[in-house]
Nanobody, 119 residues
Framework: QVQLVESGGGLVQPGGSLRLSCAAS????????MGWYRQAPGKQRELVAA???????AYADSVKGRFTISRDNAKNTVTLQMNSLKPEDTAVYYC?????????????WGQGTQVTVSS
């Protein structure tokens, strides 16, 4: 089992910044991808940013130039720096990790952290 613990959500005014963090622990041999998704009320969960072990990071078009994902492979952590936040960024943000354990693969999710952008 792999557990993901998130932190850093909250309420921020438009134009402000927040930083989300996620730490993975448990039966981990390797993590192929760590990323962040979000789900707004009445909408489907969508990819925000992903950081693969091999290859380039990926961002949703709506956050390019404002959000930055970074990953520490040694610590199994990933962060999402969110700048110039807009009301439409309001959502529950979920950390995701996919990889391999000692016996099988995993695709794990964090519990979610609320981000609210409002004046």
């Amino acid at each position: 089992q792999v557990q993901l613990v998130e932190s850093g959500g909250g309420l921020v005014q438009p134009g402000g910044s927040l930083r989300l963090s996620c730490a993975a622990s448990g039966n981990i041999v390797s993590i192929n991808v760590m990323g962040w998704y979000r789900q707004a009320p009445g909408k489907q969960r969508e990819l925000v940013a992903a950081s693969p072990s091999v290859g380039s990071t990926a961002y949703a078009d709506s956050v390019k130039g404002r959000f930055t994902i970074s990953r520490d492979n040694a610590k199994n952590t990933v962060t999402l720096q969110m700048n110039s936040l807009k009301p439409e960024d309001t959502a529950v943000y979920y950390c995701n990790a996919r990889g391999s354990g000692w016996l099988n693969g995993f695709n794990s999710w964090g519990q979610g952290t609320q981000v609210t952008v409002s004046s």
